[in-house]
């Protein structure tokens, strides 16, 4: 289900539903969440067994080509400020990348830094915000 094909509910609508439910999102609107960001086909989506640090709730997206990616919820109520904790995650992403590009990491690290996926918006969040302060 593409932005345009979300029924009798329109865009913002929907992620305020979604967003006000402190139940964990499910069938087709974690489907359809998981569509707005820059992904193939979801083939399967569900939630995820373990926390994050920042999340509310975290799922588990494959995709058409098998690979993985974690949707996640920034835990508003604990971060009061999720836009600066996005900019703080890029940012910390990068120095990962540049560190590791510098070639000042032990040899025996294989470590990979964690990639975020653009919305197809081309933003780096899905903001709630319009409703609650919320981020995925």
Request: one cysteine or more.
């Amino acid at each position: 289900m593409s932005v345009g094909e979300v029924g009798h509910e329109d865009h913002l609508q929907r992620l305020e539903r979604i967003s006000l439910s402190l139940e964990p999102i499910s069938g087709e609107d974690l489907v359809w969440l998981a569509e707005q960001f820059q992904i193939p086909k979801v083939a399967k989506a569900g939630e995820f067994g373990k926390r994050g640090n920042i999340n509310r709730h975290t799922y588990l997206i494959v995709d058409e080509n098998g690979d993985e990616h974690l949707l996640q919820q920034i835990t508003s109520d604990v971060f009061k400020d999720p836009d600066r904790v996005m900019e703080a995650m890029v940012e910390w992403i990068e120095s990962q990348k540049t560190h590791l590009k510098s070639g000042h990491a032990p040899s025996w690290t294989v470590w990979k830094p964690i990639t975020l996926i653009d919305t197809i918006d081309g933003a780096i969040c899905l903001s709630l915000k319009v409703a609650t302060g919320r981020k995925l």
